[in-house]
C-alpha cells in the first residue's frame, strides 16, 4: 500500500533513461490483450515551495540556517536553562518577532505561487474519450490521453500532434513563454493520422507511441509512433521536436488540433527547465552574514575580558565575597571552571544585542515592499498589454543595483529580428532588389568587373532554391479553394531569414504558393506553376550551421538545395566556385548585413534510394538518433555547386545604441553573443556603440591563430600580449578600472567559437600554460566583449546600544548587572528604531531622479556592493564606538554630582541607565532624520512618532505597578528623571556632541556639492551624456548613496 501511495505522488523520479510507452487514448492495442494502465505523474504544476503541512518546519530550517537567528536561538536556550543577568523574554520576543515577520512574508510570496498553479491546474481542459468531448480539470490529464486545443489557448502538457484542422496536419506555434521567440512555429502530424479530425475518428485510433524519459532541452525529443489495423500489420513512424507540442506555449492560425499527452505536470520540459525553490541569498545579505562574524568576534573577546577581570577582581577576598552579599553553599561548591563558563554565557547574554536580529526584518520588510514600488512603477506599465512589471520574488532585488556584466544576445535584442532582402549575388554577380523589373538589376563590383549578367538558367536555379529551402508556410487571407498568384499571401515561419528571402525570390519573378497534397508549388517568372515534392528536410541546427531539402522536380528529377553560412557551405562545394561569391559575401558582411551562401547538387536515383534508406533508419532510432542523422546529413551534403549568397538587412532596436552607450559610461561590461559571421557582428557593434571608434580592439578568431602551424602556440602567444597590454594599461583594482575607462584607451575583445572552444579545451597542461586564467583576466579589463559564432547603518546603530552596557561593567565590579531595563531591551530593535529605517530605506532618494537617469555614470558608486564594504562598515564601526563612549562617560560625569535634584534625594542605576538610553534613542534616530534628504508624510510620521512613542512608552511603563512583575524597579524613574533640570540640559548637550561629527561632514559636503554644481554648470553645454536618452535603472533611487559621489 505505502509503494503504491508513493508511485502514485512521486512517479517522477523513475530513472530518466530508456524509452516510455504511451498507448494513444490510454486504448489498448488488441483487445485480446489484457491492458494495464502505465503510472505516470499526473498533470499537476507545482512551484511553491511549501505545503500547509511543511510550512512549519521547512520555513523554521530556513530561517535558522540565518546566523543572526541561530545565534539568538542558542542565546535564548542559554537564558532558558542557566541563571543569567536578563530575562529570556529580551531575546526570545525579538527572535519570534523576527521569525514570525520573516514567516508572514515569506507565506505570503509562497501562498501567491500557490495561486498562480491553482489557476493553471484547475484550468478547462477537453479530452476526448468513448468519442465524445469530455470536460476536465487540466490537471486530471493523464499521459496517454486524447487532449482537443483550440486557438490560441496554451497547450496543458507536452503532447504529440495527431491531427489538425488543415488538409495537411499542420498547426503554427509560438513558445515566446519558454524561450522568448516571438515567431510562429510549425508542428506536424504523421501522415497516418492527419485525417482524424474529429472526436469520432480519433477515438478509432490504436496506436502506441515510444519515447524517450522526460529531459529539459526543449529542441530535443526522440520517439516513434506505431500505428495499428485490422488488417496490416503496425506502421512505425519517427516522431522528431517537430512534432512535440511543448507545455506553455500557444497555438495561433489554427482553429483546433488533437494531440496525446506524452509527459505530463512535472515532467513536462517546461517544468524541468523549472530552476528549483531553493532560497536565493543576495550579495547584500552575505556581506552582512560576513560583518555578523566579526561582531560575533567582538561579542565573544568582550565577555572573555569581563569574565577574566571579574575573577581578577575576585581574587582580593572582600570583593570576592563582601559582607552584604554572602554565597550560599551550593555557590561554594560548584566547581570554578563550571562557574567560569556560566560567568561567560551570562556576559555573552548581556552584551548580545550587538547582534541586530531585527536588522534582517528590515531587510526583509524592504524587499518585501520595495517589490511592490516596481510592480507601482509606471515607466514598467506596457500600455499595449495593459501589465506592469511582476515580481516573482522579492529576494535580488538590491541586485538590480550590483549588475556587473550584461550578456545579450544580438538577434532580437539588439536588433529588431524583422529581415529585409536587400541583395543577393549568383555566380559573382550582384542583383540588387528593384521591383520595378522582373529580372532584376545586375552589377558588379569589387574584381569582378569582366563579368556580365549570370546565366538566366543559373539565375532561375537560385531563385527556385530560394523558394524551396525553407520551412515557410502560407496563411491564405482569402476565401478562395486554393493559393494561386492573386491571393494575398501571408507567410509563415520560425526563422525571419527565411520569410525575408521568400519576399526576395517573390520580388525577381518567382513566388513561392504553399503546399497543396505534399507538393511544393511555385510560380514562375513566366507565371507558370511548377510543382515539387518535397522528399526530405535536413533542418537547421546551430552544429552544422545550414540546412537542406531533397525535392523531386516533375521530370523526375531530384534536386537537393542547401543554404548556410559560408563556413558551412565553402567547404563543401567546388574550391574554384568560392572565389566568385566569397568578394560578395566579405563586403555584405562588412555592412552588417546577415549572409547566407546558397548550392546544390543532382542526386541519381540510385544514389536517393541509398539516402532514403539511411535517412529513414536514422530517424527511427531512438538511441542517439541525433548523431546518427548529423552523420547522414554530412555524407548526403558533400560534392555541392555553389550558386550564389544572399545578404538581408535585420535593424537595430530603437535607442539601442544610445542604451548600451549609458550602460558603458554606467561602468556595466556589455557581452554580445551571436552566431553571425564575424565581420557582420562586428559592423553591428559599431553602430550600437558596443565599440567606439576609439576602441581598440583585441581578435582572438581563427584567422587571428591560423598564421601559426601549431594554432596552441600562437593562442598562448597572442593571450600573454593582450594580457601584457592590459594589466600595463589599468590598475588592479576593480573600482579604479572602471574609472579608468573613462580617462584612457578602452579596449574591446572580439572572440569566436572555436577559438574559444581552444582555450576551454587546451590540450596543454596547467603547469605550462593556464588558458582559462588569462582569458578571464583579458576579458575582465575590457570594456565590451563580442563572442560572434557561438554555438551597515542598522548594525553600527546596535554597537553604541550595547558599547555602554559593556563599560557599565567596569564600574560594577563585573557583576554582570543590566545597564538596561528589560522592556527597553526587548522594544529597541523591535519598536523604538525599526520603522525609521525601513521608510528610510523604501523612499529616500539622495540624488534627484532626473540626475540619475541623466547621468549613468554615478551607477559606478554604488556596484560592487560598495555600501557594504570594509571601508563604510569600519567607518560607522567607529563612528558607534564613539557615539557609545559619549553616551555613557557624558553621564557618568553627570552622576558625580552628589544630588541632581533641589530636595538632596540621589539617583539609582536605573535612572543612570534610562538617561544613557534616551540619548541613545534620540541620537539614533535624528541621525537618520540629518542624512535624509527625500522627506515625505511618512518620514515625518514614522521618525517624529518613534520618538513621540518611546517617550509615551516610557511613562506608561513606569507610571503603573504591575501586578505580573516580581519588582516594579522602573517605577516613576522616568518621570522623576526629566523633573530634573540637569538631566534636561545633559540630554541635549550629549545628542549635540554626538550628532557633532555628522552635523559638520554635512557642512563639509554641502560646500563641495556647490562647488561641483558650479563646474558641473560649466560642463554640461560640452558634456554628450546630458543629452543621452533616459535609462532609468530602478533601485538606484534607494541604494545610492550622495557620500560616494562627489
Not at 75 to 91: E, G, R
Not at 545 to 560: E, N, Y
Request: hydrophobic residues 40%; glycine residues 4%; aromatic residues 12%.
Amino acid at each position: 500500500m505505502f509503494r503504491r501511495t508513493f508511485s502514485r505522488f512521486c512517479a517522477g523520479e523513475e530513472k530518466r533513461v530508456g524509452t516510455r510507452t504511451v498507448f494513444v487514448g490510454n486504448h489498448p492495442i488488441s483487445e485480446t490483450e489484457a491492458y494495464i494502465a502505465q503510472r505516470f505523474c499526473d498533470n499537476r504544476i507545482v512551484s511553491s515551495k511549501y505545503t500547509l503541512w511543511n510550512f512549519l518546519p521547512k520555513n523554521l530550517f530556513e530561517q535558522f540556517r540565518r546566523i543572526a537567528n541561530f545565534y539568538f536561538l542558542i542565546i535564548f536556550l542559554v537564558q532558558v536553562t542557566v541563571d543569567t543577568p536578563t530575562s529570556p523574554v529580551t531575546s526570545g520576543l525579538p527572535l519570534f518577532f523576527v521569525i514570525t515577520v520573516t514567516a508572514i512574508k515569506q507565506g505570503y510570496e509562497d501562498w501567491l505561487r500557490h495561486r498562480a498553479d491553482n489557476e493553471v491546474n484547475k484550468s478547462t481542459v477537453y479530452i476526448i474519450e468513448n468519442a465524445k468531448r469530455v470536460r476536465k480539470e487540466s490537471e486530471k490529464i493523464k499521459v496517454g490521453d486524447v487532449v482537443e486545443v483550440q486557438a490560441d489557448e496554451t497547450f496543458p502538457c507536452d503532447l504529440i500532434l495527431l491531427s489538425s484542422c488543415t488538409t495537411d496536419g499542420t498547426c503554427y506555434v509560438t513558445t515566446a513563454s519558454l524561450d522568448g521567440e516571438s515567431n510562429c512555429k510549425t508542428h506536424y502530424a504523421v501522415r497516418d493520422t492527419i485525417t482524424l479530425c474529429t472526436a469520432e475518428s480519433i477515438d478509432t485510433l490504436r496506436a502506441a507511441i515510444e519515447c524517450e524519459q522526460p529531459q529539459p532541452d526543449l529542441y530535443k525529443f526522440v520517439g516513434r509512433i506505431n500505428i495499428y489495423s485490422n488488417s496490416l500489420e503496425a506502421v512505425a513512424r519517427s516522431l522528431g521536436p517537430e512534432n512535440l507540442l511543448l507545455k506553455g506555449a500557444t497555438l495561433k492560425n489554427t482553429k483546433k488540433i488533437y494531440g496525446v499527452a506524452v509527459y505530463t505536470g512535472m515532467e513536462t520540459k517546461m517544468a524541468l527547465n523549472y530552476q528549483g525553490k531553493s532560497q536565493k541569498r543576495s550579495a547584500v545579505e552575505k556581506s552582512i552574514n560576513a560583518f555578523l562574524i566579526v561582531y560575533l568576534f567582538i561579542l565573544l573577546t568582550k565577555a572573555a575580558v569581563c569574565t577574566t577581570l571579574k575573577y581578577v577582581w575576585q581574587s582580593t577576598p572582600h570583593n570576592d565575597e563582601p559582607w552584604y552579599n554572602q554565597k550560599t553553599q551550593k555557590e561554594r561548591e560548584t566547581l570554578k571552571v563550571l562557574k567560569m563558563f556560566t560567568d561567560f554565557l551570562s556576559f555573552m547574554v548581556l552584551f548580545n544585542f550587538i547582534i541586530p536580529v531585527s536588522m534582517y526584518v528590515t531587510v526583509e520588510m524592504q524587499k518585501f515592499l520595495g517589490s511592490f514600488f516596481i510592480s507601482w512603477d509606471k515607466d514598467f506599465y506596457d500600455e499595449e498589454i495593459h501589465e506592469g512589471a511582476l515580481v516573482n520574488t522579492s529576494d535580488l532585488n538590491e541586485e538590480l543595483g550590483q549588475v556587473d556584466y550584461v550578456f545579450t544576445d544580438k538577434t532580437g535584442t539588439l536588433t529588431e529580428n524583422t529581415m529585409e532582402f536587400i541583395e543577393c549575388c549568383i555566380d559573382g554577380h550582384k542583383y540588387k532588389s528593384v521591383t520595378q523589373e522582373v529580372d532584376g538589376l545586375s552589377q558588379t563590383d569589387g574584381p569582378l568587373t569582366y563579368f556580365d549578367k549570370a546565366d538566366k538558367n543559373r539565375e532561375e536555379l537560385f531563385l527556385r532554391a530560394l523558394c524551396l529551402c525553407h520551412t515557410v508556410e502560407i496563411k491564405t487571407n482569402d476565401a478562395v479553394d486554393g493559393v494561386t498568384e492573386s491571393a494575398e499571401l501571408t507567410y509563415i515561419s520560425s526563422s525571419p531569414d527565411e520569410i525575408a528571402l521568400v519576399k526576395g525570390a517573390k520580388r525577381y519573378g518567382f513566388t513561392f504558393l504553399g503546399n497543396r497534397n505534399g507538393l511544393m508549388r511555385v510560380e514562375n517568372q513566366r507565371k507558370e506553376i511548377e510543382e515539387y515534392e518535397l522528399l526530405h528536410t535536413l533542418n537547421f541546427d546551430s552544429v552544422r550551421r545550414r540546412m537542406s531539402v531533397i525535392v523531386k522536380t516533375q521530370r523526375g528529377d531530384i534536386l537537393l538545395f542547401c543554404k548556410g553560412a559560408d563556413s558551412a557551405i565553402f567547404p563543401r562545394v567546388q574550391n574554384h566556385e568560392i572565389e566568385l561569391t566569397k568578394a560578395h559575401v566579405e563586403r555584405n558582411a562588412m555592412d552588417g548585413y546577415r549572409t547566407l551562401c546558397v548550392a546544390f547538387k543532382e542526386i541519381a536515383p540510385d544514389d536517393y534510394e541509398r539516402i532514403n534508406r539511411q535517412l529513414l533508419e536514422a530517424k527511427m532510432a531512438l538511441q542517439d538518433r541525433e548523431e546518427k542523422m548529423e552523420k547522414v546529413f554530412d555524407d548526403i551534403e558533400t560534392n555541392m555547386n555553389l550558386i550564389g549568397a544572399t545578404a538581408v538587412e535585420d535593424k537595430l532596436q530603437d535607442q539601442a545604441a544610445e542604451t548600451i552607450e549609458a550602460l558603458h559610461a554606467a561602468g556595466l561590461k556589455v557581452w554580445v553573443l551571436t552566431g553571425d559571421k564575424m565581420e557582420t557582428a562586428k559592423s553591428t557593434c559599431y553602430a550600437c556603440r558596443l565599440f567606439q571608434t576609439s576602441t581598440e580592439l583585441l581578435e582572438l578568431t581563427t584567422k587571428t591563430i591560423e598564421e601559426s602551424e601549431r594554432k596552441e602556440d600562437r593562442l598562448h602567444e597572442l593571450l600573454i600580449e593582450y594580457r601584457k597590454k592590459l594589466l600595463h594599461e589599468f590598475p588592479k583594482s576593480t573600482r579604479s578600472l572602471k574609472k579608468a575607462w573613462t580617462e584612457h584607451q578602452e579596449y574591446g575583445l572580439i572572440i569566436d567559437g572555436s577559438t574559444l572552444s581552444l582555450i576551454l579545451n587546451s590540450s596543454q597542461d596547467s603547469g605550462s600554460n593556464n588558458y582559462k586564467s588569462i582569458f578571464l583576466q583579458i576579458c575582465m579589463k575590457c570594456t565590451a566583449v563580442l563572442c560572434c559564432r557561438m554555438a551597515p547603518l542598522q548594525k553600527a546603530q546596535n554597537l553604541c546600544f550595547i558599547l555602554p552596557q559593556f563599560l557599565y561593567q567596569f564600574f560594577c565590579g563585573f557583576s554582570q548587572q543590566p545597564l538596561y531595563d528589560a522592556a527597553y531591551l526587548t522594544m529597541y530593535n523591535i519598536c523604538f528604531t525599526s520603522l525609521p529605517i525601513l521608510a528610510y530605506s523604501l523612499l529616500e532618494q539622495h540624488i534627484n531622479i532626473d540626475t540619475l537617469t541623466s547621468d549613468p555614470r554615478l551607477y559606478m558608486k554604488i556596484t560592487g556592493n560598495a555600501m557594504l564594504q570594509l571601508g563604510p562598515f569600519l567607518y560607522w564601526t567607529f563612528l558607534a564606538a564613539f557615539e557609545g563612549m559619549v553616551f555613557f562617560f557624558g553621564t557618568y560625569f553627570l552622576f558625580q554630582t552628589a544630588s541632581l535634584e533641589e530636595n538632596g534625594k540621589v539617583y539609582g542605576n536605573w535612572t543612570f541607565g534610562t538617561i544613557v538610553f534616551t540619548v541613545l534613542v534620540f541620537t539614533v534616530t535624528l541621525k537618520l532624520a540629518l542624512d535624509t534628504r527625500f522627506w515625505t508624510w511618512i518620514n515625518h510620521f514614522v521618525i517624529w512618532g518613534s520618538l513621540a512613542f518611546y517617550v509615551f512608552f516610557s511613562f506608561f511603563w513606569g507610571g503603573i505597578i504591575w501586578p505580573f512583575l516580581k519588582q516594579q524597579r522602573m517605577y516613576f524613574v522616568f518621570a522623576q528623571m526629566l523633573s530634573s533640570v540637569s538631566t534636561w540640559l545633559a540630554i541635549i548637550l550629549l545628542i549635540f556632541i554626538s550628532l557633532f561629527p555628522e552635523i559638520l561632514l554635512i557642512v563639509l559636503k554641502n560646500v563641495k556639492r556647490r562647488t561641483a554644481r558650479r563646474n558641473l554648470s560649466c560642463r554640461r553645454a560640452s558634456d554628450s551624456l546630458s543629452a543621452r536618452p533616459s535609462v532609468r535603472p530602478l533601485l538606484l533611487r534607494t541604494f545610492s548613496d550622495e557620500s560616494n559621489i562627489l
